[in-house]
């Protein structure tokens, strides 16, 4: 590739609602470009980035029995009533209607277009065990679409479903997918960690979450270093209480944090007895530093239902007074307030004051129930539409002892790019998707479902992966292995010979290598390819060539090497 005649489009600074460092840095460095919410259009680069992932994706799952189907974006309506998902997945299921008034849905996933695919097609078990899958758009409408590709509306999702003829051949296809994924997983150059989920509203028994380390990851993973026990946070609390873990309690309305230096140790100590199905509840936070009193408004995603009793406590004027009866923990934290780490991060004494609950988050996020939900001083309402800040409460802590009584629990957070789940029959009995079995008689097909988010893959990758200057690339992954940056090709006929052949060289090995002949000046070029994340640049100039030798640099080299202009493409092979 040549890059004068490619599309590079890179920007200094990153928009401002770019709040994560995979998105300001896919924004600088032009991989994609936000067309609505949660809705982007893969820019060239991008584009390149997403087609590597796919072909490992697709290479992986045909290597292990999966086979490659189309299923289309647009889904009537009545195969999701069928099953019950038209009701139940609700706003996140983008409904939409024909000239005709006739209703439909686009795919945010596909069990029901397969399991009728396979209802008619398969008859006997002798055509069994299956497993087809597509790469394709999916679209959820996200309550919080956020952190550009992270979490997006539209996106490229891999999914596969497998059809056994019983509990353990569905088993063992699920057995094969874990297995291909861990390749996939590896393939892509990516510290990760698989780790038992809870089924959730997909239903069925069993399924693990794939997730890429990273410190930015919007999931709390608990894992046993000395052991093989893994889960995500929801499953690790699904267990039974810690006997090594006191059931914490603290008084109600006021939490005293002296010397809380992280929001965090705020939280952690927010127990708040509850009770009523509360989905969130809004806190004010007084602050005071250096005798003024400073305040901040968060609100709560609490885990569970609970009822909601009597309302007590109010410090905000005009707002109900709340009170709470039996336990309940704080799940999340969102704090509205930009900034609103300072005042905590203060040494002095913070009070909490439980205000609100509100009934539904949605509302209360997205601002659109406006009534009720503007105070003065911080505006709850509009304003609030994209808190900036998210903490997991846990339950579990490190140091537990882990279930397996292994050793102690460790916590990592990580970003979740890949799912498998057995189903179960739960959607062949809804769907009467059966096959005649040994004795000629109707079962129901066992099935599983196994999900890679193909486009998250590359936010994911870059919150593992980046510095100061920009995007560092797993090669596999890489828009381009190698760029060649030649020194004022256009004055010197020995640069342009050289960089020309090295060209050639590199095509001809087979390395991805893109040479930059857009004629920039060098400071202006490196910063360019730094930003991208390639990782192998050769720098072609007169000085290194009168001794023979071009420059080498790897993406996390501090220094450049010299090397003999013979033996580069080895070099970087
Ligand atoms: P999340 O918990 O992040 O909402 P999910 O559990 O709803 O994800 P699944 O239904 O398991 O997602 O879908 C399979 C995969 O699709 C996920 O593991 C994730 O990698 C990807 N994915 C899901 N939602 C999104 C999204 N909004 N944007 C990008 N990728 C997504
Ligand atoms: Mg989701
Ligand atoms: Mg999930
Ligand atoms: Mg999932």
């Known amino acids: 590739m040549r890059a004068s005649r490619f599309f590079i489009s890179t920007l200094k600074e990153a928009p401002s609602d770019a709040e994560v460092v995979s998105h300001q840095l896919m924004m600088r460095a032009g991989m994609i470009k936000r067309l609505g919410s949660g809705i982007y259009t893969y820019m ?39 099953t019950g998902r038209w009701d139940k997945m609700g706003a996140e299921l983008l409904r939409i209607k024909d000239r005709h008034g006739r209703e439909f849905a686009f795919q945010p996933t596909a069990e029901e277009v397969i399991t009728d695919v396979v209802r008619s097609e398969i008859k006997s078990y002798r055509q069994l065990p299956l497993n087809f899958y597509h790469i394709q758009t999916k679209f959820r409408d996200e309550r919080r679409p956020r952190f550009g590709l992270m979490r997006g509306r539209e996106f490229t999702m891999k999914d596969a479903y497998s059809f056994d003829r019983d509990l353990a051949g569905m088993q063992a296809s699920y057995k094969i997918m874990y297995d291909a994924y861990t390749r996939i997983f590896n393939r892509f150059g990516l510290k990760f960690r698989a780790v038992a989920a809870d089924n959730g509203a997909i239903g069925g028994s069993g399924s ?58 705020v939280a952690e100590q927010l127990k708040l007895p509850l009770a009523q199905t509360v989905k969130t509840l809004a806190l004010t936070v007084e602050t005071e530093t250096d005798g003024k009193l400073a305040k901040q408004y968060f609100m709560l995603l609490l885990r569970g239902d609970h009822e909601l009793n009597e309302v007590k406590v109010g410090k905000v004027p005009g707002l109900a007074a709340h009170r709470f009866s039996t336990e309940a923990e704080i799940l999340e934290v969102y704090g509205c307030v930009p900034g609103y780490l300072g005042p905590i991060g203060t040494k002095a004494p913070v009070t909490v004051v439980a205000d609100r609950t509100v009934a539904n988050m949605a509302d209360f996020v997205c601002g659109a129930n406006d009534a009720g939900y503007h105070y003065t001083g911080a505006n709850w309402g509009r304003d609030c539409a994209e808190p900036d800040l998210v903490l ?182």
């Open 208 to 265: 693990h979450e794939f997730h890429v380390i990273a410190s930015t990851g919007e999931d709390a993973l608990v894992y046993c270093p000395t052991s093989d026990y893994a889960a995500n946070m929801e499953a690790a609390e699904a267990l039974p209480v810690n006997a090594t873990r006191p059931a914490a309690a603290q008084p109600l309305s006021k939490v005293e944090t002296p010397n809380a230096t992280k929001c965090e140790l």
């Open 44 to 82: 060239p680069i991008g584009l390149k980035i997403i087609r590597k992932v796919e072909a490992i994706v697709r290479e992986e799952m045909n290597q292990s029995g999966g086979i490659e189907l189309l299923m289309p974006l647009i889904q009537p309506a009545e195969l999701w009533q069928e």
């Open 392 to 573: 997991d409460l846990r339950n579990v802590v490190e140091g537990d002892a882990s279930p397996d009584g292994q050793g102690v629990l460790a916590i990592e957070r990580g970003i979740e790019v890949g799912h498998v789940f057995q189903l179960g029959t739960a959607y062949s009995e809804a769907m009467k998707a059966t096959f005649l079995d040994e004795n000629g008689k109707p079962a129901p097909l066992q099935m599983g479902c196994y999900g890679i988010g193909v486009t998250r893959i590359l936010g994911a990758a870059i919150e593992q992966n980046f510095d100061d200057k920009g995007i560092i690339w797993p090669a596999s992954l890489a828009p381009f292995e190698l760029v060649l940056c030649p020194m004022g090709m256009d004055r010197s006929e020995a640069v342009k010979q050289a960089a020309e052949q090295l060209y050639a060289d590199a095509v001809a090995a087979g390395i991805d290598v893109i040479i930059d002949d857009r004629g920039q000046r060098p400071g202006q070029m490196f910063a360019d390819w730094e930003l991208i994340g390639v990782p192998h640049r050769v720098v072609i100039g007169d000085r290194g060539l009168k001794e023979g030798n071009l420059e080498y640099q790897g993406r996390r080299d501090t220094e450049a090497t010299a090397v003999p202009v013979a033996e580069v493409v080895a070099f970087i092979k």
